[in-house]
């Protein structure tokens, strides 16, 4: 019967050039440890296999679902990264995963075949789910990968997520069964142990330690040792063993050990990758070296376990895009073997060079390579290759895509210097309480070019007093500081399960009311309130909209929520704010169970002493931990001074201490002294198809990752429809949609006024420097895309010529434009991008350009794509712009201009001048970190009618500057960045 049918699959095969369905299912059911070619759902027809873009084949490329006729509607496949990539057997093999599916899914297991012009192996055996744990089991001879274990020839078993319903995100050595038993760690946190012969299976713990989003896991030393990165309870601590929910802001996830008896917390910080030398083979049964890797609010932590002891290393971070509490946007970053008997490490966006040899005795070895914006949840060496999983396409809270799908990236490692910059920031200190004499975390400084250390006694911010959303309950995470300073009203939650009721209070003025309104279920309010742009964030990233309305002296009412926003589960009650032109004089009274909270005074930040504090840094120059006095810096009390770390230094380490106790910062920005040329011959042949900007020929389109099907829509400027195959990489004409049209309507993201592009976010206007001023107004067919997630849950922003990268801090809310960073600028007509395929995508091609391999055109239907990898974006050109938050600008004495970028550029000038009669002093701040960090940088004494001109030293670096005058006058602040 077998070798019937397989005859049959022949046939088929031969005669339609695919199997049909039925006998596609038929073969693989009979051929179920080889798996089946995946064949294109679109037309009936294989896709083609010869096209390789950037390191990107895009018929490797992984879909949610594989039911629809290549069409994504199913609840519960909203993503698809890949979370695992192994050499094993001949071929590489690969599994990716839904956002949170314990009991499975479509999502599938996959092998590539060497030759990469075949097409990729679904495996007939795939149960789906949400994996990316990986593991070779030595004794077994078996790969473990998620819920499959797979033998040396290919041949694959499941354990059934019936059976062991989780997330599978780690796989470990056993401590006393190491032969013939494995550790499966869950993401919700659970520990189970199977059998790798029989496959039975075990729940050993339910949830032994606190946090959420477990990470990974590996046994040394006599221990297992296991992480999460986020800090979101899974309903209450009942079954966990040790520790319990968080005490503070700084407690997020845990690194934490069992020793076969006992569990204990090392750290409750958020941490992710857990590994050793061993690597993929899940520890040791002796006493290898733990390497774990993490992250708070100051800079990477690195967690050494040697003989016993751990040791903290701390690392900068070159992204923010990983740092949501929550811990959702992280993946699985990874310390790994890549090629030419290299390790390698990823974190926050950085790609560090990671020595074998990293020990107590020997910390050395550990550079930064340059950083990226693909979101890599795994790597691996294959066929002298350095293979990268990606992340690429999410539509969890995205409604630009209609289906997820992420991809590979092929390369050599080389390839990775020549994506983004070597530039990352961060400390041991951030306003923390240091006790005198006593050395902090050693920080890394090697491989660097040019490194400053930003350092400061005293608060910088005001001291911040925990806010509340109602009077019991659910901490606001961020508040706009529009509102910080306000009298705020609130009563207790109660039961949830009902509607939140309404309240009241009194006041003896008149007053504007500020009212915080729970999005979730999109409560209404009568028409007399009116929408602002402000917006706070507080429990589990949960998010209000923020309304106003006036109201005379007396009694103030407000309404009551009765919103379900799930059935059964009422939203929050609405929490009021409250502002007076008569702040001194405002009484607010409240009645019934209704609670008033008054802002806490702010802190000053006081006069300079003639104290200073002595901040001693010291280097450790070979990693064996031997330290050197550097040099002694004075730092006045409530100040702030810069060092500037020597270009001929030559140490890995750096650690700092002072002379007695205080608040001290110690916060350090390192960056590259080599951008990317874009006006290199192979940089400028890449883009050699776009056209540029305000050409008015250029070939606009709106692009979108389709729905109905796995191709690429495409409505052109001038209203043309297109679909763009899968299968054929060619252009076919559609039919017009509404639909469509209006979900890829473009707004514009930013203004323009005479001194800069301007960003609203949170209530504040922030600044960043302009481009051609073409980028002024619309295209011809309208504006530009301004913002789009263009990598799982993280934003890529293209605004007056610059492309940026912007955290998400919550799915469906705008991006922390705080913390973003410059990419690459540009002069090209770019009117719309996204990511299909693994692919990037840039629509605005020149009319006249040809297909080159990065270029998609059809001239006879007037219609041309571009398509790369997202890191190719880099080579367009280093960040450059001119701009500032003053020109002719009337100011106030003592009010801070808008926040002006900073961070990323190379060459910075100022110039500064007035229209005054007598000299005035202006006072150059800068925020050290993106989160309100203002220091006092330098003043300058401006004579009339002169102006000043500042050039920032080669080295420094700081994410936004700002300035203050000290009188009323009229001023222009502008900077150039070459």
């Not at 294959?382 to 999410?394: P, Y």
Request: aromatic content about 10%; hydrophobic content about 35%.
């Amino acid at each position: 019967m077998l070798s019937i049918n397989r005859f049959f699959c022949k046939i088929a095969k031969a005669r339609w050039g695919v199997m049909p369905g039925a006998w596609l299912c038929l073969c693989a059911g009979l051929w179920g440890t080889h798996g089946v070619a995946a064949q294109s759902p679109d037309r009936g027809g294989a896709p083609r296999t010869d096209i390789h873009i950037s390191g990107i084949y895009p018929h490797l490329t992984t879909y949610g679902i594989y039911s629809q006729n290549g069409a994504h509607d199913k609840a519960g496949h909203d993503e698809c990264g890949i979370g695992a990539v192994v050499p094993w057997a001949g071929k590489l093999w690969m599994v990716n995963y839904a956002p949170h599916m314990p009991r499975g899914s479509e999502h599938k297991l996959y092998s590539v075949d060497p030759d990469l012009s075949q097409p990729l192996t679904i495996h007939p055996e795939s149960v789906g789910g949400t994996p990316a744990g990986r593991m070779i089991h030595k004794e077994s001879k078996q790969l473990l990968m998620a819920h499959y274990l797979i033998d040396t020839e290919g041949r694959v078993r499941v354990i059934s997520p019936q059976d062991m319903p989780i997330r599978v995100t780690a796989i470990t050595r056993h401590l006393t069964d190491p032969v013939n038993r494995v550790y499966y760690i869950d993401m919700e946190g659970s520990i189970w142990e199977a059998n790798v012969h029989t496959l039975a299976v075990k729940q050993l713990f339910k949830k032994p330690v606190p946090g959420w989003h477990s990470k990974g896991g590996t046994v040394s030393q006599g221990r297992l040792v296991i992480s999460n990165n986020g800090e979101k309870s899974v309903g209450d601590y009942s079954a966990v063993l040790v520790g319990g929910e968080a005490k503070s802001e700084e407690e997020r996830g845990v690194l934490a050990e069992y020793d076969g008896e006992n569990w204990r917390i090392v750290e409750r910080r958020q941490y992710t990758d857990v590994t050793g030398p061993a690597g993929i083979a899940g520890g040791s049964d002796g006493n290898d070296p733990i390497w774990a890797i993490g992250w708070d609010r100051r800079s990477l932590r690195l967690k050494l376990l040697d003989q016993g002891q751990w040791h903290t290393f701390l690392l900068p971070k070159a992204s923010y895009c990983n740092d949501a509490s929550h811990g959702w946007y992280t993946e699985w970053p990874r310390i790994r073997a890549i090629t030419g008997g290299r390790w390698m490490m990823d974190m926050h966006g950085m790609f560090f060079d990671f020595p074998k040899t990293f020990s107590a005795q020997n910390t050395a070895g550990i550079r930064p390579i340059g950083s990226h914006l693909r979101y890599i949840p795994d790597f691996c060496e294959w066929n002298g290759k350095l293979v990268l999983a990606s992340d690429e396409t999410s539509i969890q809270g995205n409604p630009l895509a209609g289906q997820p799908q992420s991809n590979l990236w092929i390369g050599d490692y080389d390839d990775l210097k020549n994506w983004g910059p070597a530039s990352g920031y961060g400390g041991p200190w951030i306003q923390d309480a240091v006790k005198a004499h006593t050395p902090s975390d050693p920080f890394l400084i090697a491989g660097f070019d040019r490194r400053i250390a930003h350092l400061a006694v005293g608060p910088i911010t005001p001291v911040r007093q925990p806010a509340f959303r109602a009077t019991d309950q659910l901490e606001i995470h961020s508040l706009p500081s529009a509102l910080a300073g306000l009298p705020r009203v609130t009563i207790p939650r109660g039961d949830w399960r009902e509607p939140a009721p309404g309240y009241s209070f009194q006041v003896n003025r008149p007053v504007t009311i500020y009212l915080a309104v729970d999005r979730r279920g999109a409560p209404q309010l009568d028409e007399t309130w009116k929408k602002t742009d402000l917006e706070l964030t507080w429990g589990a990233e949960f998010q209000d909209s923020i309304y106003s309305r006036s109201f005379p002296a007396g009694v103030i009412a407000i309404p009551g929520n009765a919103t379900e926003h799930i059935p059964g589960s009422f939203g929050m009650p609405h929490l009021a704010f409250v502002e007076s032109t008569e702040k001194e004089a405002l009484r607010v009274t409240p009645q019934g169970n209704a609670h008033v909270t008054l802002p806490a005074p702010t802190r000053e930040r006081g006069t300079t002493s003639s104290e200073p504090v002595k901040f001693t840094l010291q280097i450790d120059r070979t990693g064996a931990g031997k330290w050197t006095e550097l040099a002694t810096v004075d730092v006045p009390m409530n100040g702030y001074r810069v060092y500037q770390l020597s270009a001929n230094l030559k140490a890995y380490w750096l650690r700092i201490q002072t002379d007695r106790d205080c608040v001290a910062t110690a916060f350090l920005h390192q960056t590259t002294g080599r951008f990317i040329d874009g006006a290199a011959p192979e940089n400028q042949s890449l883009f050699a198809g776009l056209a540029d900007v305000g050409d008015p020929t250029a070939r606009e389109a709106r692009v979108y990752a389709a729905k109905r099907n796995r191709n690429l829509r495409v409505i052109t400027g001038d209203d043309r429809y297109f679909e763009f195959t899968k299968e054929g990489f060619s252009f076919e004409a559609d039919k017009p949609d509404a639909k469509l049209k209006a979900l890829l309507e473009v707004e514009p993201a930013f203004t323009v006024d005479d001194a800069s592009v301007i960003l609203k976010y949170k209530g504040q206007a922030w600044r960043l420097p302009k481009g051609a001023a073409a980028f002024d107004k619309p295209f011809a067919s309208g504006w530009p895309r301004a913002d789009r997630e263009a990598q799982s849950e993280r934003h890529l922003l293209n605004i007056h010529g610059t492309f940026y990268e912007a955290p998400l801090v919550t799915n469906s809310a705008p991006p922390a434009f705080n913390r973003i960073r410059p990419v690459a600028s540009h002069s090209k007509h770019i009117t719309d991008f996204c990511t299909w395929n693994g692919l990037l995508v840039l629509a605005g091609v020149r009319a006249d350009a040809v297909n080159d391999g990065h270029v998609f055109a059809d001239p006879d239907q007037k219609v041309a794509l571009w398509f790369g990898g997202i890191d190719d974006l880099w080579k367009l050109g280093k960040p450059v712009g001119a701009g500032g938050p003053w020109r002719d600008s009337a100011l106030k004495a003592g009010a801070p201009s808008d926040p002006y970028l900073m961070t990323g550029y190379d060459q910075k000038t100022m110039k500064l001048s007035h229209r005054s009669f007598s000299p005035v002093m202006f006072t150059l701040q800068v925020d050290i970190d993106g989160t309100g960090l203002w220091v006092d940088y330098r003043s300058f004494k401006v004579e009339p009618r002169l102006e000043v001109t500042w050039s920032f030293p080669t080295d420094f670096s700081a994410c936004w500057v700002r300035a203050v005058s000290e009188q009323d006058t009229t001023a222009t602040l502008l900077f150039d960045y070459r």
